[in-house]
């Protein structure tokens, strides 16, 4: 059983691992690096925002990705398929409108 210790250990490369101290020895932060409240609040409306323009824009790749797959090309004709013209034109596709 120690046998297979040692060769899983290897496997792993445990052994050639070494300790970083710094590391195991502090396991919390201290206090002083804890941001006020007004800075949490800014840091998570920061957040926040970046994550829902990444949305957005995830969002608009896939409109223009499954447009693209129907053959409409209305990136072609409108800068902005997420704008006011673009999204007019999608909604009157969906409603089957033959002249969007």
Do not use: W
Request: net charge positive; proline share 3%; glycine share 4%.
């Amino acid at each position: 059983m120690a046998n297979s210790l040692k060769t899983s250990r290897a496997k792993n490369g445990c052994e050639r691992c070494p300790v970083d101290t710094k590391t195991t020895q502090y396991r919390f932060i201290d206090k002083q690096f804890l941001p006020d409240e007004t800075t949490e609040k800014l840091r998570t409306y920061c957040r926040q925002r970046q994550n829902m323009l990444t949305l957005a824009a995830e969002a608009s790749h896939k409109m223009q990705k499954y447009l693209k797959i129907l053959n409409f090309r209305l990136d072609v004709v409108v800068n902005d398929i997420c704008g006011l013209t673009g999204m007019a034109i999608i909604t009157d596709i969906c409603k089957r409108k033959s002249r969007p």
